[in-house]
Structures are given as structure tokens and as C-alpha cells.
């Protein structure tokens, strides 16, 4: 059975232009892996890789198709410019100058030739369960990373702090599938979800007819729990009276159903997680502090997507890919569209990030998106709407098959625009610039000078008002 890698392997001799290649896939998060052709045949006769990338200025042509023809399964992309027709493998020629659309849409290329090609390969339970939300190369999130190869080993009850939309969660799957705890449940309880006369049943479970619907005997989260992880998400939530019930098991490990008598044995891994400030709400006398104590045993702390903005290409990679194997559709983003991503504040931080993927995925399957294609919000780079050219001669054609088409003149009700061409003529190109120049006046102070309000009005996009101003010599005032 043959296994899949990820990686990108690159048969070439060291060069200059190399190191170019190599930065442009680092920048994008690439695993890339240097063989020579000795060693090649071995590598693909028992793994499958991402890509295979052949450079023509140490290998012939024709040597790369004797390749291609006997792996045909593997995705192949040429270093250099070719004479001749491509293998069917092959997908494609990388040519300098090395740019970011270029590389994205060849390993594109790759990804959807591999899975139309898949074979049966074994995965690893930890490779699915496990999101990549923790990708990254910023202080903060290698910081995380640390943390969790340190705490995982051992039993000590773990705190995540961060704002919602971090991926607290995320730390805490991680900490258990690295953990001896591994083969055992992980357990998700969500404190502020569950109403507070329900959650003292839903943790400990209760026996038959311990209260008014219990018409059987249910097990709790811990007892689910049992060998494994229970996680506490939204702990700052839980009702004072469950905090002095949760501080029981934590310091005894033992605890009884609701409406029981037999005390059960806690075998249980608790990590627990809060966007609230904790210390604040032990002053308010709405968190005990010694709970807090127990809790907070080995504290991480997740930074905000703000705070780690260069981490966004690496996790804009790793959302589309997510999207893309659940076979949702992929796109790619423009480096332009990457900078302006930079610069948002991210208020719901990676789950926001991860919804505007998915939204683009629906709005532009297979595409390339630009800033001009993100949502008004995230567009914090002005960039000129992009026109396709058109010859003086067509542009002349449209004119006039749109006044003949036209079934009803168009009036303008103004003093300074003639209803009919007076005999000395007029200069049509100052007429036209005069009457728009009055129509984005009125659009902005209908509007209170809200630029992206008046070009909606005028039906227009935002970047060509702005331009079209600039032109003007127009400002909002």
C-alpha cells in the first residue's frame, strides 16, 4: 500500500535560481525536499509526493518523460522551458520570473491530479482529527506550540485564555492527541451552553427517577471522559454553585451521579478555557478563587489574529486546503488580497478568517480573488478596478448601437446641458467630465459624504469612485 507525503520534491543541482524557488515556497508554507535523480527512483517507488519538480538544465527532456512514463501517478511539474508535447503527468512548466498566482495555481493543478488519481493510503486518526489553526511562524503561536509539547506529557490540568475565535479548542485536541491519553475520549462541554439546573446532570450524570424526566440512569461528561480529556469550554460561565461541585472532583478526583449514592473514581484529564478574565471576575465575587488556583495549573494563552498577521498567508493556506478536501471548492488569493488581509483588525480572529474562506469559496469557485473581490470591510488597499481595454473604434460601435437602441432619450434637467446641439458645437468631453463631477457632488452629500454610500448609488464600485475623485481633484469635503 502505497503512502502519500505532502512534500514537494525538487531534483536540481544548487543554483541561484533554486534559492528563489525555494523562498517563494517556504513564503507559502511548502515542504520541499532536494534528491538527486540516483535517488529519486528509490523515493517514488514507495511514496507519492505533492509534486515532483524536475529541473531541464540538469536533466533532458527526455530523461523527465522516461520518469513521467514510469510513475505515472506521481504530479510533475519542469524547472525551464520545454520543446515539445507535455506527458500526461507532467502539469505544467515553472518559468521565471517565479511569482506567487503562477506556483499556487501548478501546485493547484497538482493537488486535483493526486486526487483524481488517489490511491488507497493509510492516514494517521490524528492527522484528521488534528485542525492546522496552529500553523504559523509568528513568536506568539510557536510560543502555543511550545507550551503544548511541554504540558502534554504529563496529567496537570491545563487553562486556555484567548479571545473567541482563537482556537482554544484546537490547543486542547492537541494537548490530548499528543498525551498518553491519546487512545481515550476527548470530550467537549460548552459551560455557558448548558442551563445552570442542567449542568450538574450533564457532568456527573444521574440515576433513574433522581428528578423530574430522569426515567433512566445517563452517564456524565466525566464518565464519558473516563482514560481520556474533558474540555471545559466557557468555564467563566459556570454558575457559582457548580464551581464549588467542579473544585470536589478536581481536588479528590471522585464524584457521584446526581441522585446516587456510589462514588465513582475520576480518571479524567481536564483542560479547561475562558475568553472572560478571570481574576477580574474573582474581585466581582462571580469566579471562586480557589477553583481558579486548581484551574489555572499550567496557563496558555492563545494571541489574537492581530496579533500574528504574518501568520495569515500560512493559515489562508491552510483554511483553502480544508475547504478544498471536503470538496467544497478552492480558491487562491492575489498577494495584493493577502496584504489587504494583513492589515484587518480581525475582531473574530481565526473563525472569522475561516468564514470569509468559505464565503469566497461559494463566490468564486476555482478563482483568483483580488482586493477589489473581497467584501467592502476587508478591502484596506486601494487598488484601481481592473477594465479590459477596448479600441477607440469599438468604444465608438457601442456608443452609437446604444443611442439607436435606446427607445427614449435620456433628459438631463440642467441649464448647463443642452437638450440640442447648438450651432457652434460643444466640447463633448468637458460636457460629460462636467456632468459627472456634479453627479458624484450630489451622490456624496445625499449620501453625507460616505464614499462607499455614493457609489452604490451612482452604481459603482468604491475604487473607481476614489479614482474618478482623484481625477476630479475632488476630496469629501
Given amino acids: ?40 527512483s528509490a ?36 524547472l525551464g522551458s520545454v520543446d515539445g508535447a507535455l506527458a500526461g503527468n507532467m502539469l505544467g512548466t ?53 507550551l503544548i509539547n511541554q504540558v502534554a506529557g504529563s496529567d496537570a490540568t491545563v487553562l486556555v485564555l484567548g479571545q473567541s475565535g482563537t482556537g482554544k479548542e484546537v490547543v486542547a485536541r492537541n494537548i490530548h492527541y499528543l498525551s498518553t491519553r491519546r487512545d481515550g475520549p476527548f470530550i467537549p462541554v460548552n459551560c455557558g451552553a448548558i442551563p445552570p439546573e442542567l449542568l450538574e446532570s450533564e457532568l456527573f450524570g444521574h440515576e433513574k427517577g433522581s428528578f423530574t424526566g430522569a426515567i433512566s440512569s445517563r452517564k456524565g461528561r466525566f ?12 468555564i467563566g460561565d459556570m454558575p457559582l454553585q457548580m464551581q464549588v461541585k467542579l473544585l470536589r472532583v478536581l481536588q479528590e478526583r471522585v464524584y457521584e451521579r446526581v441522585g446516587g449514592t456510589r462514588t465513582l473514581k475520576a480518571d479524567v484529564r481536564v483542560v479547561a478555557a ?26 496558555v494563552e492563545m494571541p489574537s489574529l492581530s496579533e500574528r498577521a504574518e501568520d495569515i498567508p500560512l493559515l489562508l493556506q491552510e483554511l483553502v486546503s480544508r475547504v478544498y478536501n471536503e470538496g467544497r471548492g478552492k480558491v487562491r488569493f492575489t498577494q495584493r488580497a493577502i496584504d489587504s488581509l494583513k492589515e ?3 475582531t473574530g ?29 476587508y478591502r484596506h488597499i486601494d487598488v484601481p478596478e481592473y477594465c479590459v481595454e477596448v479600441s477607440e473604434e469599438q468604444m465608438e460601435r457601442d456608443a452609437l448601437a446604444s443611442i439607436f437602441n435606446d427607445e427614449e432619450p435620456v433628459e438631463i434637467p440642467d441649464s448647463r446641458f443642452p437638450s440640442e446641439l447648438p450651432p457652434e458645437g460643444v466640447n463633448l468631453k468637458d460636457l460629460l467630465a462636467e456632468l459627472e463631477i456634479d453627479m458624484i457632488r450630489q451622490a456624496l452629500e445625499q449620501q453625507d459624504n460616505v464614499v462607499a454610500r455614493a457609489a452604490e448609488m451612482l452604481g459603482i464600485r468604491r475604487t473607481t469612485l476614489v ?9 469629501k469635503d
Fill in 223 to 234: 464518565e464519558l471522559a473516563e482514560g481520556g480529556t474533558l474540555f471545559l469550554d466557557e
Fill in 1 to 40: 500500500m502505497m503512502q502519500t507525503e505532502q512534500q514537494i520534491l525538487i531534483v536540481s543541482k544548487p543554483s541561484e535560481r533554486l534559492t528563489r524557488l525555494n523562498c517563494i515556497f517556504e513564503f507559502l508554507g511548502e515542504q520541499v525536499e532536494h534528491l538527486s535523480m540516483d535517488e529519486l
Fill in 274 to 299: 475562558t475568553h472572560r478574565d478571570l481574576e477580574k471576575m474573582i474581585e466581582g465575587n462571580e469566579f471562586r478563587e480557589d477553583l481558579f488556583y486548581r484551574l489555572n495549573v499550567f496557563p
Fill in 94 to 146: 515553472i518559468e521565471e520570473p517565479f511569482n506567487y498566482p503562477q506556483l499556487t495555481e501548478l501546485l493547484h493543478f497538482c493537488q486535483v491530479f493526486g486526487q483524481a488519481k488517489r490511491l488507497e493510503v493509510p492516514t494517521s486518526g490524528n492527522q484528521t482529527k488534528l485542525f492546522r489553526s496552529l500553523v504559523g511562524r509568528s513568536e506568539g503561536i510557536a510560543r502555543v506550540r511550545h
Fill in 349 to 377: 480572529n481565526v473563525r472569522e478568517l475561516s468564514n470569509l474562506v468559505e464565503r469566497l469559496t461559494i463566490l468564486y469557485p476555482g478563482g483568483l480573488v483580488d482586493v477589489n473581490d473581497l467584501p467592502v470591510k
Fill in 344 to 346: 484587518h483588525s480581525w
Fill in 467 to 475: 479614482e474618478k475623485m482623484r481625477k476630479y481633484g475632488m476630496g
Fill in 43 to 78: 523515493k517514488l517507488d514507495a511514496t507519492r509526493f505533492r509534486a515532483l519538480i524536475i529541473s531541464l538544465d540538469n536533466v533532458s527532456f527526455d530523461d523527465a518523460k522516461s520518469i513521467s512514463a514510469k510513475f505515472p501517478w506521481q504530479p510533475m511539474l519542469l
